[in-house]
């Protein structure tokens, strides 16, 4: 198994650029997610979700946007980059429910945009 | 809604020392599981750890153990025997267990671990 893997690892974007952050698992795991790190603030959920077909946002959503339509792939696509969200992104996978399982963290992409 | 707390952004400590890592949430659920990770300079997030809030003994993993205190709600970590490959951010993490299906994960800010030699 590969686990989780993320493309690319690093990203430099102008402001108003669009891009998309590929994440896939090959667990078969229904559960997927998204998450930023910044500098002082720990990780931040930006969306989830707990199946094909279904994502929902988390607490940092404005600016990004997600769809599932696979198991496997989760891609997390920034429509218009903003300075703001430089930031380095974690996708995580499990397979509910948490009591026998737990996330699994991809590498991580470090995203600039200037 | 859920919060973390790290108190310590930081701390070093001696090679072969003990070491204790703080960590305290809030929360109005009752089932719920906490976690530490480790992130060390690869950036990866490795799981140290596991507690889930119905056991009242506390988690251990080898050198790395737990002081769960519900009541508190206090997680402390503990790093026994420290080893210079254990250099890394110390994150914590709160999830919900929402009968059946999970919550997300919320992390505190986490600590930077330095062990000297």
């Known amino acids: 198994n590969a686990g989780v893997t993320q493309t690319p690892k690093f990203q430099v974007l102008k402001t108003g650029q669009s891009m998309t952050l590929q994440c896939a698992q090959d667990m078969n795991h229904e559960y997927m997610s998204w998450y930023r790190q910044d500098p002082g603030m720990g990780l931040r959920l930006i969306h989830y979700?707990?199946?094909?077909?279904?994502?929902d946002q988390g607490e940092v959503p404005n600016g990004y946007n997600v769809s599932r339509s696979t198991t496997e792939d989760f891609p997390l696509r920034l429509l218009s980059a903003a300075p703001s969200q430089t930031s380095v992104y974690f996708c995580a996978s499990s397979k509910p429910p948490m009591g026998t399982d737990t996330q699994y963290f991809g590498p991580g992409t470090r995203l600039t945009v200037l | 809604a859920q919060t973390v707390t790290q108190s310590q952004p930081e701390m070093s400590v001696q090679e072969a020392e003990t070491v204790t890592l703080s960590c305290t949430y809030d929360t109005s659920e009752s089932n719920y599981y906490l976690f530490w990770y480790k992130q060390p300079p690869s950036r990866q997030m490795i799981l140290v750890i596991r507690?889930?809030?119905?056991?009242?003994q506390n988690a251990t993993e080898n050198r790395f153990s737990v002081n769960f205190q519900k009541a508190a709600k206090s997680f402390s970590l503990k790093i026994s025997d420290s080893q210079l490959g254990d250099t890394a951010m110390y994150f914590c993490?709160?999830?919900?267990?929402?009968?059946?299906?999970?919550?997300?994960?919320?992390f505190g800010k986490g600590t930077k671990l330095s062990v000297k030699p």
């Open positions: 993490a709160f999830m919900a267990y929402l009968g059946g299906s999970q919550g997300n994960l919320i």
């Open positions: 979700s707990v199946g094909a077909g279904i994502t």
């Open positions: 507690q889930e809030a119905y056991k009242q």
